[in-house]
C-alpha cells in the first residue's frame, strides 16, 4: 500500500512537472507577439486613423481604408509630427481656432502607460521626496528618504538613522490633517528627470487620498477628498508640463479618473471608456492639445478611443479582436491544464494553474489500452489522460505501473 501511495506520488511530480516543462518549451516554440496597428486621431481628418510605420510611401490611412503619403501623413496628424511639421515650415498657426506654437503643444503633450505588474507586484518601503519649490532650476537629489506605514520617518542616507525633527514634523502635520495610520499605500515618481515634482499621494487607513509633499522645507498635506466621490483602487502620478493635473486615479469598479489642479481644489473628471481592469488590462494614453488618444488591451483584443481634452468625452471608437495564435490554438489540444512559474501581468514568481477551457479527447486516449493491460485499468488510465493531457500521457510512460497494486516483474 505504501509503495503503491509512493507511486501515486511520483506520477503527480512527475505530470506536473511535464505540465510545466512541456508547455513552456511549446510557448517559446510558437508563441508570437500580438502585433496591433498604432492609431491616432486626426484633428483635420476628424477621425481615427492607422498608422504602417512598415509602409515609407503610404504609411497613414483612415479607418475605410484609403492611403495618404508621407507627406500627407505629416499634415494630417499635426498634433503628433509637429516637429516634423515646424522643420519643413508647414506648421500650421492655428487648429479648430486654437493657437498652434511649439511651446504650447509641447506642454500640452504627454505619454501615459499602465501595466497590470505596476500594481500586482512588489511596493517600495522608502521613498525619495524632492523640494516642489526649489531655489535653482531642476531637482537634487535629496540626502534622506522616508517611510510612510504606521507612521512617518525619514532616514538620514549617510548615517542610516532616523531624522527625528524632520519625522515629527511631517508626522504632526498629516495628523492635524485627519491622516489615520496606517497607511494602505502611497504613490509617487522618484524619477529626478522631471520638470517639477508634485511629492505622493497616500491612501490612509481609512480610504482617504491625501496628497503630501514638501514646500520650501516644510510639509504640505491636504485630504483631496477623492475618496468622497470613488472608491479609490490606485493613483499613478504624472507631472505634465502644463500643470493641468496631478495624474491618474483608478476606481475599484472600472473607472478612470484624472485629479485635476484647480484653484487649491483637487476635482476629479473621468475619461469617457468603458470599465478598466485594473490588474488585467494594459492602458496607454497619449494627449496633446486637443485630443487623448486611448488604448486598453486586455485579452480580447485592443479597443481605442479619441477624447476631447477639454471635457475628455469620447468622440470616436474602434476595436480590434485578438486573435489567437499557434501557442493557444495547440494548447487546448494538448495541454488542457499546465502551469507556470511567472506571468506577465505579475511581478511575482510563484505556480499558477491555467486551465485552456478545451479537455483532451481522441488520439492519445487511445494509448490507455497500451498502458494498462486489464480493462478497469484503461478506464483509469484514460480518465487521467483526459484530464491532464499530453503532460499526464509522458507522466504515465515513465511510470506505467502506478495503479497497480504492484510492480510488473520484468
Keep these: 500500500m505504501k509503495k503503491r501511495i509512493t507511486r501515486v506520488i511520483l506520477l503527480l511530480l512527475a505530470t506536473a512537472l511535464a505540465a510545466w516543462a512541456l508547455p513552456a518549451l511549446v510557448k517559446k516554440a510558437t508563441r508570437s507577439p500580438e502585433r496591433y496597428p498604432f492609431i491616432y486621431y486626426s484633428s483635420l481628418l476628424k477621425e481615427l486613423c492607422v498608422i504602417d510605420y512598415s509602409d515609407d510611401d503610404t504609411p497613414l490611412s483612415d479607418l475605410s481604408g484609403k492611403k495618404y503619403t508621407t507627406a500627407q501623413f505629416d499634415s494630417l496628424l499635426p498634433l503628433l ?3 516634423q511639421l515646424m522643420a519643413d515650415g508647414r506648421l500650421p498657426d492655428s487648429i479648430d481656432g486654437h493657437a498652434v506654437t511649439p511651446p504650447v503643444l509641447r506642454a500640452a503633450s504627454f505619454v501615459f502607460r499602465h501595466y497590470p505588474a505596476t500594481v500586482r507586484g512588489p511596493r517600495p518601503a522608502l521613498h525619495v521626496l524632492f523640494e516642489s519649490m526649489p531655489r535653482r532650476v531642476g531637482l537634487e537629489m535629496p540626502g534622506d528618504v522616508f517611510r510612510l506605514d504606521d507612521k512617518i520617518e525619514f532616514i538620514d542616507c549617510e548615517t542610516n538613522r532616523v531624522n527625528g525633527e524632520k519625522s515629527a514634523r511631517f508626522q504632526q502635520t498629516l495628523e492635524k490633517r485627519g491622516y489615520r495610520f ?3 499605500w502611497n504613490a509617487g515618481n522618484p524619477n529626478p528627470r522631471k ?5 505622493y499621494f497616500s491612501l490612509d487607513a481609512d480610504g482617504r487620498l491625501f496628497h503630501l509633499k514638501m514646500v520650501n522645507g516644510k510639509p504640505y498635506a491636504r485630504d483631496t477628498r477623492a475618496s468622497e466621490t ?3 483602487a490606485a493613483f499613478s502620478v504624472l507631472e505634465v508640463a502644463n500643470k493641468r493635473f496631478y495624474g491618474f486615479l483608478f476606481g475599484k469598479q472600472g473607472e478612470v479618473y484624472i485629479l485635476e489642479e484647480r484653484d487649491g481644489g483637487y476635482p476629479l473628471a473621468r475619461l469617457d471608456i468603458e470599465p478598466f481592469d485594473l490588474y488585467r488590462d494594459q492602458l496607454t494614453i497619449m494627449g496633446n492639445l486637443l485630443y487623448w488618444n486611448v488604448a486598453v488591451t486586455n485579452p480580447s483584443g485592443r479597443a ?6 477639454e471635457d475628455l468625452a469620447q468622440v470616436a471608437e474602434h476595436r480590434v479582436a485578438h486573435r489567437p495564435d499557434t501557442w493557444e490554438r495547440a494548447a487546448g489540444w494538448f495541454f488542457p491544464v499546465y502551469l507556470t512559474l511567472d506571468d506577465p501581468d505579475s511581478a511575482y514568481i510563484y505556480p499558477r494553474l491555467h486551465v485552456t477551457g478545451a479537455w483532451f479527447h481522441a488520439p492519445l486516449l487511445l494509448l490507455a489500452p497500451l498502458l494498462a493491460g486489464r480493462r478497469g485499468r484503461r478506464v483509469l488510465y484514460a480518465i487521467y489522460i483526459l484530464i491532464t493531457g499530453f ?3 509522458l507522466a504515465l510512460l515513465a511510470l506505467p505501473d ?4 504492484k510492480s510488473r516483474k520484468r
Design 402 to 405: 502506478t495503479f497497480t497494486k
Design 304 to 309: 481605442y478611443y479619441a477624447l476631447r481634452s
Design 230 to 232: 470613488v472608491d479609490v
Design 81 to 83: 509630427n509637429f516637429r
Design 182 to 184: 496606517p497607511a494602505r
Design 391 to 393: 503532460a499526464g500521457l
Design 195 to 199: 520638470a517639477y515634482d508634485e511629492g
